[in-house]
């Protein structure tokens, strides 16, 4: 009988780390995995937007704010869209009247749990160096040929 | 300076385009009746919407961001009422091609950077000063000018969605950066107006009588 008493709070031990979860106080921390998009807001030479507003609109109201915050002091910013909502979800990352809108087309269920990344710049855009180069040249020779077509001498008729 | 899409009214981008359609066809109606036949003058109006479009790829890092040159003042000076127009096509570009300012905001970007350049224009011809001090006041205020029509109209339509204290701090805080670019500028267009009133007089006779 006595070593049945000492057995009994082992048994409860043995119960209470079954179940996996804590009970002190009562407190309960779950997780779920779920698609993160993660934003970085960058001016167009690439300079962080720090502690730049962000404002997050769902599709369901893409009026009604569904999340506002504002960015690390790397132009980070982090959310997890509601999988219960797929379409287009608007990002507007700003600062003093400068800044972007974006829109991130989300599935109806992500197989994907990794969180997707996705940067934000200001002015949105994509191009490479080399390229920004390229399409400077070409429209500055645009501008250029202009002015030599304007410019050029009168041809005589023959 | 350039505002992009989505962040005003649609009735402000419309009034943007409005008064940009109203100055655009005014500057063409003035241009048609100049002395100077146009195909003399588009050349260097090409040349310099050539510049002004460049010069948005470069940048100075001036706290809280970085700002980039306009030259609207000196595009004033040299082009007169093909400023406008140089200036409107030069944003154009660079909406298309580099997202600077987007469609929706061009006719308003064309007010913000364009009217201080007609502004420089007739302020430049009024012979007021010794022609260096007034090119570097006319090429600073043009700035200056762009600056605050930017800052009233940002301020004026903060949205709800956001903090607008913040959001107004910035704004006004960014002014530094604007004041120093204004004085950037006019020293920069105080060299060149003095270059070529040494090298090339006509280009600034053509349209002022210069006072140097």
């Not at chain 2, 030069?90 to 064309?110: C, D, E, P, V, Y």
């Not at chain 2, 500028?185 to 270059?195: A, L």
Request: contains cysteine; glycine residues 8%.
């Amino acid at each position: 009988m006595k070593q049945i008493k000492w057995l009994s709070p082992l048994l409860y031990l043995g119960i209470l780390t079954q179940s996996g979860e804590a009970l002190a106080h009562g407190a309960h921390i779950t997780y779920q995995e779920a698609t993160g998009i993660q934003i970085i807001a960058t001016y167009d030479q690439g300079d962080p937007m720090n502690n730049a507003q962000v404002v997050i609109y769902a599709p369901d109201d893409p009026t009604t704010p569904w999340l506002r915050g504002e960015t690390d002091s790397q132009g980070n910013f982090s959310f997890v869209p509601d999988v219960n909502q797929p379409g287009n979800w608007d990002v507007q990352v700003r600062q003093a009247g400068h800044g972007a809108m974006i829109s991130i087309p989300i599935g109806a269920a992500s197989s994907n749990p990794e969180t997707e990344i996705i940067t934000v710049t200001t002015p949105e855009s994509d191009y490479t160096f080399r390229q920004k180069i390229l399409m400077s040249v070409s429209a500055v020779w645009g501008f250029v040929g202009t002015a030599l077509f304007f410019s050029r001498q009168p041809t005589k008729k023959s | 300076m350039h505002i992009p899409d989505g962040f005003l009214p649609p009735s402000i981008y419309l009034a943007g385009y409005s008064l940009t359609g109203v100055t655009t066809w005014y500057c063409l109606r003035q241009i048609r009746r100049a002395a100077i036949p146009p195909e003399q003058e588009i050349p260097k109006a090409s040349l310099l919407t050539a510049a002004f479009f460049v010069s948005s790829a470069i940048y100075l890092p001036i706290p809280p961001t970085s700002i980039h040159f306009v030259m609207n003042g000196l595009m004033g000076i040299l082009l007169g009422y093909y400023s406008f127009l140089a200036i409107l096509i030069g944003l154009f570009f660079q909406a298309i091609m580099f997202g600077h300012g987007g469609m929706t905001s061009l006719g308003l970007n064309a007010v913000i950077m364009g009217f201080p350049a007609l502004i420089a224009y007739y302020l430049f011809g009024l012979n007021f000063l010794p022609l260096k001090l007034r090119s570097f006041l006319v090429g600073a205020l043009a700035l200056a000018l762009s600056a605050a029509i930017f800052t009233v109209v940002m301020i004026s339509f903060i949205p709800a969605d956001i903090d607008a204290d913040v959001e107004r701090k910035a704004i006004l805080f960014s002014l530094v950066g604007y004041g120093i670019q204004s004085i950037i500028e006019g020293i920069f267009t105080m060299i060149i107006v003095s270059f070529l009133s040494k090298v090339k007089p006509g280009i600034l006779t053509d349209k002022h009588e210069t006072n140097s």
